[in-house]
């Protein structure tokens, strides 16, 4: 299958899920040509939104509609919903518990022309700190049209990170997907590769480079960040003795962080993080290149691979 970006996906998905479901309703701040909620708003108009370059006023807005029984999805670029809108996210989405659903776009380094104001490497961090709050990183197109209904028919607060980029096809349409729990993609007896977002198909990638050294690497897709699936952390733990994260983020407090948190308190593992380390992503022609100038490459997940296979030693 061809790499596809999610947000066409999730555009598509959501007018036909709109569809189905009379009560969903759409937001947008200015940007529906760009998360593609455009594609709701030409065929039902009169339930679509564009409040504006205003995030925290949309995310009112949409609390408000979900008070009065509709089901909002409110849709704008990650960075900006996980700093600008946070206030309003948590006390009036998080702390009221309402029904609200956040798809998060541009997320990571997708956004890779805008640069570091619009690259969204802290939203993770932020968003599974909430209470209450569902958090979704889905690992490619087909995962994320699929949670569309999924986080729809859902009560209470969710947010959906998505990527503008293409990644690389992972998720089989009719493959079992429930809110909570991973997804073992390969299994491995030597170490583990847990992964969220566009870094499941780079690992997945990595896992067959590996076989090639004869290192036999599982991989493990968790686009359920909160609630965590921690029994499957264990488990894959366990089996391997040795554990890498990869995630399109800061390796602080992010998915790796959720990992160390659950592996230190129940199954204490070596283990190593792939991610962006403490530091500001800058522009570049492309987000591959980005992805790899700020070590998200496969050579680096390989070479975590490597390092955690010297410390299970």
Do not use: W
Request: with cysteine; hydrophobic share 40%; glycine share 8%.
């Amino acid at each position: 299958m061809a790499e596809r970006s999610m947000r066409e996906a999730y555009g598509e998905a959501l007018l036909a899920y709109g569809e189905k479901n009379e009560r969903v309703v759409v937001l947008d701040a200015d940007t529906s040509s760009s998360t593609l909620s455009k594609k709701f708003a030409d065929k039902y108009p009169q339930r679509f939104y564009n409040i504006g370059i205003a995030e925290p006023c949309m995310v009112d807005v949409a609390v408000g509609l979900a008070l009065g029984g509709l089901v909002p999805f409110a849709n704008a670029f990650s960075a900006l919903l996980a700093l600008r809108a946070i206030e309003a996210i948590r006390s009036n989405i998080c702390y009221a518990r309402t029904n609200v659903k956040i798809v998060a776009n541009y997320a990571g380094v997708s956004d890779y022309k805008d640069g570091p104001t619009h690259h969204s490497i802290t939203d993770i961090a932020i968003f599974r700190a909430l209470p209450e709050m569902t958090l979704i990183v889905p690992a490619d197109a087909n995962q994320a049209a699929a949670f569309v209904p999924l986080i729809g028919e859902m009560d209470g607060p969710v947010t959906m990170r998505i990527s503008r980029a293409g990644t690389i096809p992972v998720h089989k349409e009719d493959e079992s997907l429930k809110v909570g729990k991973g997804i073992e993609r390969r299994n491995g007896t030597d170490v583990t590769i847990i992964a969220c977002g566009s870094m499941v198909g780079r690992s997945m990638r990595t896992a067959e480079l590996l076989a090639e050294k004869g290192i036999d690497a599982g991989v493990v897709d968790l686009p359920t960040i909160k609630p965590l699936d921690a029994d499957l952390i264990c488990k894959v733990a366990a089996r391997t003795g040795a554990v890498v994260t990869a995630e399109e983020h800061s390796i602080i407090g992010g998915l790796g962080s959720a990992v160390a948190e659950v592996l230190g308190e129940k199954q204490p593992t070596p283990m190593q993080r792939v991610g962006i380390t403490d530091t500001f992503t800058r522009t570049a022609l492309d987000p591959d290149s980005l992805m790899d100038a700020y070590g998200l490459s496969i050579d680096r997940i390989v070479k975590s691979v490597e390092d955690v296979l010297k410390e299970k030693e």
